[in-house]
């Protein structure tokens, strides 16, 4: 109801209908900080296509401390040498996929999963990108 007449309110004194939606989005955007990471350091360049990393996801699974302490991962979207043969062995993205925490590397396609050529970022959800977007624009730009 409120909504309603607030949107009445809005037509008619053509008040700015987008400040609604934005308080509607809002909590939406909040979680992009937790967005997808984009892993694309040798993807790419090896013919495949770059990695979607849901870290929202796993968050909710796990404790940071799981993946940043004791597996090494590093705060920073594409700052760990990350491969194949690493997951394999058992570590990073491996230490969990190998068909027993979790599904094992034979399903290539759920992490690679990514768009070809989209450069390593985190965020990479349309709420974040509205939300990385926004920023630059009252950032000018940079
Ligand atoms: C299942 C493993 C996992 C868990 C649990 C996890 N992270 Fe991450 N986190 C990652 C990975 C993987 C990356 C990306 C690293 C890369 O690209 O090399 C990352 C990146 C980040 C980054 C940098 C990118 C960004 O989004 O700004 C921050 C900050 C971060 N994590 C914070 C957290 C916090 C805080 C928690 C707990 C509430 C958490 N992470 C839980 C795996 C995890
Ligand atoms: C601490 C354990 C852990 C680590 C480390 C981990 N994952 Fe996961 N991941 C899981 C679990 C558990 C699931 C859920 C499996 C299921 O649903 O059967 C999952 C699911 C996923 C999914 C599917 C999400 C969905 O929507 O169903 C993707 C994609 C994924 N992981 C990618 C990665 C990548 C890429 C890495 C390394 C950068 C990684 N994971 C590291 C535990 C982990
Ligand atoms: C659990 C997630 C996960 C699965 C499953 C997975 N990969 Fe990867 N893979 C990664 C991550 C993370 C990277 C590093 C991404 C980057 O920075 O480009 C990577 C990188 C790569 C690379 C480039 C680096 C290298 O090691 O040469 C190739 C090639 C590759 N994967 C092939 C595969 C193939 C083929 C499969 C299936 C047999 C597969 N991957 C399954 C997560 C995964």
Same mark, same amino acid.
């Given at each position: 109801?409120? !909504?309603?007449?607030?949107?009445?309110?809005?037509?008619?004194?053509? !008040?700015?209908?987008?400040? =609604?939606?934005? #308080? =509607?989005?809002?909590? &939406?955007?909040?979680? &992009?900080?937790?967005?997808? *990471? =984009?892993? /694309?350091?040798?993807?790419?360049? #090896?013919?495949?296509?770059? *990695? @979607?990393?849901?870290?929202? %996801?796993?968050?909710?699974?796990?404790? $940071?401390? *799981?993946?940043? &302490?004791? =597996? +090494?991962?590093? %705060?920073? #979207? +594409?700052?760990?040498?990350?491969?194949? !043969?690493?997951?394999?062995?058992?570590?990073? $993205? +491996?230490?969990?996929? /190998?068909?027993? @925490? #979790?599904?094992?590397?034979?399903?290539?396609?759920? $992490?690679?999963?990514?768009?070809?050529?989209?450069?390593?970022?985190?965020?990479?959800?349309?709420?974040?990108?509205?939300?990385?977007?926004?920023?630059?624009?009252?950032?000018? +730009?940079?």
């Amino acid at each position: 109801m409120i !909504l309603m007449e607030y949107i009445t309110v809005s037509i008619r004194y053509n !008040l700015p209908i987008f400040l =609604l939606v934005f #308080a =509607l989005l809002y909590p &939406a955007m909040a979680q &992009a900080e937790y967005g997808d *990471v =984009l892993m /694309n350091n040798y993807s790419d360049d #090896a013919g495949m296509r770059p *990695v @979607v990393f849901p870290h929202w %996801f796993h968050r909710i699974r796990f404790r $940071c401390k *799981v993946c940043h &302490a004791d =597996l +090494g991962f590093k %705060f920073e #979207a +594409g700052g760990n040498e990350i491969n194949m !043969l690493k997951i394999i062995d058992g570590e990073y $993205c +491996g230490a969990c996929h /190998n068909g027993e @925490v #979790a599904w094992s590397v034979e399903s290539c396609d759920i $992490c690679h999963s990514g768009k070809p050529g989209t450069p390593t970022q985190v965020h990479h959800s349309t709420t974040s990108k509205l939300f990385t977007r926004t920023n630059n624009k009252q950032k000018g +730009g940079k």
